[in-house]
């Protein structure tokens, strides 16, 4: 049952602007949005399964944000939340997106054989590559909002389809609350393991409930395929592998999702997708592909370079430290990956990173010899 | 005072009052609709049987995980306040934080007054356990906050440093902190707020807003050791009291800075009256004078304290039912803490040690946070007599020992009387 808000007819007692929270000091996208009069719009509705508008904006209530780094302030409960607050959503999709509109349609393509080169990135710049994103089971509460039994639904659904899984994808299931102390280590060793989220921004979004319940981690033998279960969405997907091939992670990344979504079909099952926003889930800012193909590179001299930034993001590409978002970066390795998620396919956005990583590597390589990288500059893509 | 049940409808909480009773048909009217829906098909929420629900509490240590079987689990989790209050809100922070093997927690939080109630199956044997026995279903609590019954309590100062009594206040008709809306909320502050108001003489104050406090303010509150900040306890946190911070949350405190009050915390309110020294006759005589004066003063705007003669006053969470009263010193016992005997004494004596940090914190020194173990089963002033009845006993052991001569385990003294 929900966290903390949903017995929304109490609310019904006092008025929108009783209720109207305090946004005055915010910074996020959903406290860009809401005003009094579309909260009042909005504050009677739920969604068939009892989300409400509070419920939605919690987490952006309780965390302001800061003053440079713009998040979001609002998650889904269940598939039907960015229907029935489409009001709040349409827009907050709008500014997050770079002005993707209602009318917008996203196009999938998880073909691998669509992806022209990514298998020649030069490994002695690029130490490893990935691409990640989340899937949802159509017809279960996403994680701010599942009960106990349907998460736990969830996990069993998605260790039967992995478990099916042959070939260089078979592999193995660890539960959080039953693995050995061996198999822990092992896990942080490779470094899959993931714990109990800290962050306040999911927290407050009540993702985090009956830790460590139903969540876990399966990943394949080759320890290059990995899914983690229950932890901010349904399941997280990720391909990896150390060096710069690119396509065959993505290879890897296509074929495997694929499979996984034929083997849920075959149970009955599908994802929350559709045709405006891609693949539904928990967070606004990763619907569409909910993809990040990145890798990790040495540009240490490229990154200092004062139109760094300016490439980046003419490139459509963003920066992180190798410990991912929010880290930063240590002896001029970068984490560099698609800035964008939705509004662009899974092919066309692990075409640009493969495209923007092997300029960058150029740009170092002319920089390391003293030459200028004027004539490198890329266009707006 | 004591011995009212009844709950006071004026005029403007009518509408309150008769809306929850609405808003329970409406919550049960969803439910009904929404099995419906799922009979018809309908893309909503999936019910599962409440063995599928039942939460996996075999790592856990806390009273909830003691008490609650999956029968008791499948009897009650269907139920709601007529707040739409759940069990599962209410047992969302002991399933979230297992405990330690050696602390037990309550493992469960009240969401409304009605919690104690709709799901007294399950809060009775809890606070049975964390009361060391005090069954709801047959006990009276005693309340009693009349001061001048108070026998000595002018500490020693050259051991006692400081002496403080602090409780909590729920009003009446409001949801509790884990539950309350954000106009809930705001309106407690204003009832309190309202009432703090009208507090005279040596009891005039000032309320600071956390959310509009000046640096200076903020800064001055700081150095008063006066200033709360958002909880970081999961404890806490997990049971969805620090949602909206820091809206409708501040400080009120007189001008001599004897006399505090806390807003929407982890309480309504927390009270707590305190001074420098061994006074603690004093601190506990305006204590209930303020206490006393601010429950007048609510009462003249149609509000009350949220009480019964089972429970006393309630409050969010299980382990402050009763008085909700926590009456202590600081108090300077280098040689007695290191008595292999200190233990046994603090027992018998139904007092407990915390460091000068409070619960959780080590004492630094040999400077001890001393107060009542107890909360339930026992009046304010029966408490505070306990207590310095106690710390007197401890002073004259720590006088004993300096001088060497030797001191005495105490006769445990009865619990409920």
């Not at chain 1, 075959?266 to 693949?279: D, P, S, T, V």
């Not at chain 2, 493992?107 to 060391?132: Q, T």
């Not at chain 2, 940090?357 to 408490?383: K, M, P, Y």
């Amino acid at each position: 049952m929900p966290f903390g808000n949903t017995h929304n007819q109490l609310k019904m007692n006092y008025s929108a602007e009783q209720e109207y929270p305090d946004l005055t000091k915010h910074n996020n996208h959903m406290a860009k949005v809401l005003t009094p009069e579309m909260y009042a719009n909005l504050r009677d509705k739920q969604t068939p399964s009892g989300f409400t508008l509070d419920d939605v904006i919690q987490t952006g209530v309780d965390n302001p944000g800061h003053p440079f780094i713009m998040t979001v302030g609002c998650v889904a409960g269940d598939e039907e939340t960015y229907d029935v607050f489409k009001d709040l959503l349409d827009p907050v999709i709008e500014d997050r997106h770079g002005g993707y509109k209602p009318s917008d349609k996203h196009k999938t393509d998880l073909n691998p054989d669509n992806l022209k080169g990514g298998d020649d990135l030069d490994p002695n710049y690029v130490l490893s590559s990935r691409v990640r994103t989340g899937r949802s089971i159509r017809g279960f509460c996403l994680p701010p909002h599942c009960s106990r039994g349907e998460r736990r639904g969830i996990e069993s659904l998605s260790v039967e389809a992995l478990g099916a899984l042959g070939g260089d994808l078979k592999g193995k299931y660890y539960a959080l609350k039953d693995m050995t102390d061996d198999e822990q280590q092992q896990l942080i060793d490779d470094h899959f393991l993931f714990d109990k989220p800290v962050s306040p921004l999911l927290l407050a979004s009540g993702m985090a409930r009956d830790w460590p319940d139903a969540r876990g981690i399966w990943h394949n033998n080759n320890k290059t395929f990995l899914v983690w279960v229950n932890e901010e969405d349904h399941l997280r997907v990720i391909s990896m592998q150390k060096g710069g091939n690119m396509k065959e992670v993505f290879n890897r990344f296509c074929t495997g999702l694929t499979k996984i979504e034929e083997l849920f079909k075959a149970k009955g099952h599908e994802f929350m997708w559709n045709e405006h926003l891609g693949y539904v889930l928990t967070c606004p800012s990763n619907l569409g592909t909910g993809l990040r193909g990145g890798v990790h590179v040495k540009l240490p001299n490229v990154s200092k370079h004062e139109k760094f930034g300016e490439i980046l993001k003419r490139l459509r590409l963003q920066k992180r430290g190798t410990g991912g978002v929010d880290t930063a970066a240590v002896g001029g390795v970068f984490d560099i990956s698609n800035a964008d998620r939705l509004g662009f396919s899974e092919v066309e956005l692990v075409q640009m990173v493969v495209d923007g990583v092997k300029l960058l590597v150029e740009m170092e390589k002319r920089l390391e010899a003293g030459q200028s990288i004027d004539g490198l500059m890329p266009e707006q893509k | 005072m004591a011995g009212r049940f009844a709950r006071v409808l004026s005029g403007n909480r009518r509408v309150g009052i008769l809306s929850l009773i609405g808003a329970g048909s409406l919550t049960v009217g969803f439910f009904l609709n929404r099995e419906q829906n799922v009979n018809a098909g309908a893309n909503v929420r999936r019910i599962y049987p409440a063995s599928a629900e039942y939460p996996d509490l075999r790592k856990h240590n806390n009273c909830m995980a003691s008490h609650l079987t999956p029968a008791l689990y499948s009897k009650l989790c269907d139920k709601a306040t007529p707040n739409g209050y759940t069990l599962d809100e209410a047992i969302q922070t002991g399933v979230d934080n297992p405990g330690h093997p050696f602390i037990k927690t309550v493992g469960m939080v009240a969401g409304d007054e009605e919690s104690y109630e709709v799901f007294a199956d399950l809060y009775n044997p809890v606070i049975k356990e964390r009361h060391n026995g005090y069954d709801p279903c047959t006990m009276k609590h005693p309340t009693d906050l009349d001061a001048s019954k108070i026998k000595g309590g002018l500490f020693d100062e050259n051991y006692v440093l400081s002496s403080r009594v602090r409780t909590g206040r729920s009003i009446r008709g409001l949801s509790l902190p884990p539950a309350c809306t954000r106009a809930e909320r705001r309106e407690v502050e204003r009832v309190v707020i309202d009432a703090l108001g009208g507090l005279k003489e040596d009891l005039a104050g000032k309320y600071y807003s956390l959310s509009q406090m000046t640096e200076q303010e903020q800064q001055q509150l700081i150095d008063d050791h006066f200033l709360f900040d958002k909880p970081v306890s999961p404890l806490l946190t997990c049971a969805g009291m620090a949602r909206d911070w820091p809206d409708a949350r501040g400080i009120w405190h007189n001008n001599e800075k004897t006399f505090l009050v806390w807003v929407n915390e982890e309480d309504h309110t927390r009270v707590i009256s305190m001074e420098k020294g061994g006074n603690m006759k004093r601190v506990f005589e305006r204590f209930c004078r303020g206490l006393q004066e601010v429950e007048r003063l609510i009462q003249e705007k149609g509000w009350e304290f949220m009480w019964n003669e089972h429970l006393g006053y309630i409050l969010t969470c299980p382990s402050n039912l009763g008085t909700g009263l926590r009456a202590g010193v600081h108090v300077s016992l280098p040689h007695l803490s290191k008595d292999p005997r200190f233990s046994k004494i603090l027992d018998n004596l139904r007092l407990q040690k915390r460091g000068t940090g409070g619960v959780d914190t080590a004492a630094v020194g040999s400077t001890f946070d001393i107060s009542n173990l107890d909360r339930l089963g026992q009046s304010e002033v029966q408490l505070v007599q306990t207590v310095i009845d106690g710390v007197n006993y401890l002073v004259e052991c720590e006088k004993k020992l300096e001088k060497g001569q030797d001191i005495k385990i105490p006769d445990p003294i009865s619990q409920f009387k």
